[in-house]
Each structure stands twice: as C-alpha cells, then as structure tokens.
C-alpha cells in the first residue's frame, strides 16, 4: 500500500511505428514537451525522472547518460530501468510515495529501426547452456510457452491468429499504432510467415520505434494539477525462474501474483465484473489469452471461449487492447508505458476513436523476460 | 516535420557501429566438469535441492525455490525423456530462413525435475506431439562436452 496516493496528471506518446528519419534524442524531445504541455507544467516543476531503455537496444552504456537532456532531466535525481515502462511507473510512483517528490516524469522509448532486435534479445539468454549452439531467440522460447499452452487447453493455432485479427481490427481505429493499415483477416494472419511454430510473423510484435511519456504526481498536489487525476488504485509486480525448464509454461504464474497484489490494493474483488477495459502487453497473441486467464478477465476459465464471444471485442463486455496492443506496435521496453496510457486516457474518455464507454476501472499489463517471466499489473480509476 | 519532409531535407544521416564486446563468464567448473563427465560415460548427472528434493538437469549449485545452497549432492537421472514442449523453426535466430525446418524442445529426463532444451531429430514435424517419450542421441565418440548430446530422437 502505498503511503500517499499517486496519479498520472499528464501524458504523451510519439507514433509507435517506424520513425527511422528521426533521432533519438528529437523523438524524446519532442514527446516530453508535449507531455508537460498536455500536464501544463514547466520542467523546473518535475522533481525526479525515471527512464526505461535498454543499453542493448541504445548500443551505449548507461546509455540514459545521452538521453538526460531531451528528458527534461538535466541537474535532476534521474535514473533507468531495463525492464520495461510499467517498470519505470512503478519506481516512479514509490519515489513520489515516499514523500520525496510531489510531481515525476516517466520517458521509456527505443528505437527498432537501429539495431538488429532478435540479436540483442538473444543477450538474455543463459550463456552457458541455452546461446551457445545459437537454437534459441526471444520468440522460439515464446513459441515453446504458445506450444504448452494450446496443447494443455486442446486449442487449434488458428486461435492464435483470431487474437491477432482483434487487435489489428483494433489498431484501425488508432493513428499511432504500426497495424493501423493492416488487414485483419484472420485467414491472412494464419497464412502469415511461419516463424516458430505455433508463432507466425503476425503473431509475434512487430519491432518499431517509439517514445511514451507519463507525468506522475502525489496528492495532494495531483489534485492541484490541470489535469483530472487518475488514479494508480492498485499496482503489482512478480517474477519467477530465468529458466523455461523450472516454470509451468501452460500458466503464468508470475503474473497471476502480480495482479492478485494490485487487486487487493485496489480492493477489487471480481475482476471479470469491475475492470472495464483492459491493455495488456501481448508480446505473442498467445500470451494474451493466457494473461486473460491468469488476470482473472475471463467468464469462466477459457480465455478462447472469451475472445470467440466478441467479449473482449471493442464493443464487447470487457475490450481487451483496444488500442491494437503490442501486436499492433511495439516500440520494445515502451510497450508497458504505452498500454499504462492508454488504460489512463479510457479513464479519461480521451482515447478517441477506440474508446470503450464507461469506464471506471481500466488495467494496464507490462512485462519482460523470455516467456513473459517478470509482470507488473496496474489498475487505473478516477 | 513529416518524415518524408526530413529525408528529402537531408535533416537527419545514419551511421554505422557495432558492439563487439568479448566476455569470459565464469561459472562453477566443479559442476561443469562433473557433468560433461558423465556425458563423456554417456550418463546424465544432476544435482539435487537437500530440502525441496527438486533434482537439476543440468546440474544448478543453488536452489533458487529454497534460496539454499546444493552441495555435491549428485544423482543420476536416465537418458530417457519426455518432450515437455516444442517448437518448428523455420527461420534461424537471427531471421535467416533454414533450409530445412528444425525442431527444438524441452524434455524431461526420467527422474528430473527440471527440463533441458535442444533439438529433436528423426521424425517429421506433422508427427510430433507433447508428451512423446524421446532418447539422448549420444555422438558416436563422446568428448566429455555439451554436444556429446546431439541431439534427442524419438524413442520408438
């Protein structure tokens, strides 16, 4: 439980697709200021930065050291995380718990375009056993979690591209998202490039740039700010084993742990009734039936089931990424942060054309690791 | 400025680089020597948690479960498994499209409790299923290394 309470007041996002004729150091610029533009606060005001990157991704080291000054967080208490945005939200929102600070910026971005992603991804991977014969990436292993789960839940892979036709329908209706021009036939997805069985080039993230920007701050000044508060009412965070080999892959455990913390902080007690929308970071369509279930966002236990309802449809009882989600864009360490706004924006009614009505309660998922090993759940309400 | 705007302006340029660091791990070579000993008889070795009872293939000096230390406590296990999960590749690590699919897997030895990845030969994608029983495929002269398993088949 937090000591005082803490709300995002302001936000802003760049595009989430390919801004390969941008730097790095103008994608943050540009985005910070719309953040304290859109919060209405000047840069002398924010106490304390947190950032997410990753140095792989930077190709510096300590690479926030570059980043420093298009952050706003020039003579200022900044530091980094390397997991990803939710990450950084959640340090940011402990820092302005402690009493420290009244008002924090959070600034994740990376930029696909520069680097080979799966290279640098394959860096978390155990050095001693599972690199060196070069059989494992960041999505064989998620495509060894997608096998676990369809297998125990006797579900055909054709599911897998149902999630993705959703999400990329989805995406229509949002102008920073990748998928926004792409078809979302299901037919075509599963027909897409086969990559890992069961994964496909269209169920797996597609790498972008992108920059996402949140202002933090505690009350009672978040209650002073231009803005209306919306509040973190609950946040949690777990993590299990590195090793596929030590986890039960057909469940996700870690992330189970991690919403059941934000719950009780929250005091919900029936997600499935009270959440009213959801945006969770799919890194792999299968992950988000998965995370579905472990979040307690089904009616019933089959998250399938779910899905081929139309319940987390964007009209349905409970949308799920309305946004298109991470299989629409994923700027990678942002995706989190991203889907923190998003929750944020559909509390506020200022989602646009894919808002869901009446919503109260929104959940925002982040994760990293191979097979979504390290989860942090938020819930957000007025 | 639109994107096309700031190509055909020439606002921004691109440079090449690259990381190429070299590291040295350093990992427990008690344990490592142990195991690829075994591998050198052809037998896998693990370690077991003295207070879950949890058996490591391959072997792990700490039991993270119970934060507690394994000290020399190694059992065998059998070069039989079971395939936990799989996956057909079709491109390699890096994007690069193989010339034929491959298999990999996570498999079960007989008496683990952890499981150990690698590739799985001899069958067809079409007929591979979770939950089928697979064999070590020792190399021929073992060198006492990790690739004196080379791979797992089925164990028909």
């Known amino acids: ?382 | 400025m639109a994107e096309e705007e700031k190509k055909a302006a020439g606002e921004t340029k691109s440079v090449k680089g690259a990381w190429d660091v070299k590291y040295r791990w350093t990992f427990r070579q008690d344990l490592m020597d142990r195991y690829v000993a075994g591998l050198k008889e052809k037998k896998l070795w693990g370690t077991k948690c003295h207070r879950c009872g949890r058996v490591y293939v391959p072997p792990k000096d700490i039991c993270g479960k119970c934060f507690e230390e394994i000290d020399e406590n190694w059992v065998e296990v059998k070069d039989r498994a079971e395939l936990v999960t799989y996956t057909v590749g079709y491109t390699s690590i890096t994007g690069q499209p193989y010339p034929e699919p491959q298999i990999t897997g996570t498999v079960r030895f007989e008496g683990s409790d952890s499981w150990a990845l690698g590739p799985i030969r001899g069958l067809k994608p079409e007929d591979i299923k979770v939950g089928m029983k697979l064999k070590v495929v020792w190399r021929e002269e073992t060198k006492g290394q990790l690739s004196d398993i080379e791979h797992y088949a089925p164990a028909e």
């Open chain 1, 1 to 382: 439980m937090f000591e005082r309470k803490v709300a995002i007041v302001g936000y802003a996002m760049s595009d989430q697709a390919d801004r390969i004729e941008d730097t790095r150091e103008g994608m943050i610029f540009d985005t910070v200021r719309a953040a304290l533009l859109q919060a209405g606060i000047t840069r002398d005001q924010i106490g304390t930065v947190v950032m997410c990157s990753n140095d792989f991704y930077d190709g510096h080291t300590i690479s926030n050291a570059f980043t420093v000054e298009p952050a706003a967080a020039y003579a200022k208490d900044e530091t980094k995380v390397e997991q990803d945005g939710m990450h950084a939200l959640l340090y940011a929102a402990m820092r302005l718990a402690s009493g420290n600070y009244d008002v924090a910026l959070v600034v994740a971005h990376s930029k696909g375009s520069e680097f080979e992603a799966q290279v640098a991804l394959s860096a978390q991977l155990d050095p001693t056993y599972d690199r060196q014969f070069g059989w494992f990436n960041d999505i064989s292993m998620a495509a060894f979690q997608a096998r676990a789960f369809l297998d125990k839940k006797k579900l055909p892979e054709e599911v897998l591209a149902q999630v993705a036709a959703k999400n990329f329908a989805n995406a229509r209706k949002n102008p920073k998202a990748k998928a926004r021009d792409y078809s979302a036939a299901a037919e075509a997805i599963a027909r897409s490039k086969p990559l890992f069985t069961p994964l496909r080039e269209q169920t797996v993230y597609p790498v972008t740039d992108g920059c996402c920007v949140a202002v933090l701050a505690a009350e009672p000044k978040a209650r002073k700010m231009k803005n209306k508060p919306i509040w973190i009412k609950g946040i949690g965070h777990w993590q299990e084993a590195y090793a596929l080999s030590e986890r039960d892959l057909t469940k996700m455990e870690s992330a189970k742990k991690a919403a059941k913390r934000a719950y009780k902080m929250a005091g919900v007690t029936q997600p499935a009734a009270e959440i009213k929308v959801a945006e969770l970071s799919e890194h792999f369509a299968h992950q988000e039936l998965q995370l579905a279930e472990a979040l307690g966002l089904c009616e019933g236990t089959s998250a399938a089931k779910n899905l081929e309802a139309g319940r987390f449809g964007l009209k349905g009882k409970l949308p799920i990424n309305p946004s298109g989600g991470a299989l629409s864009a994923c700027a990678l360490g942002t995706v989190g942060l991203v889907r923190a706004v998003e929750a944020a924006q559909q509390v506020l009614g200022e989602a646009g054309e894919h808002q869901v009505k009446g919503v109260k309660l929104a959940l925002a998922h982040g994760q990293c690791g191979p097979a979504a090993q390290n989860n942090v759940v938020a819930v957000f309400g007025k």
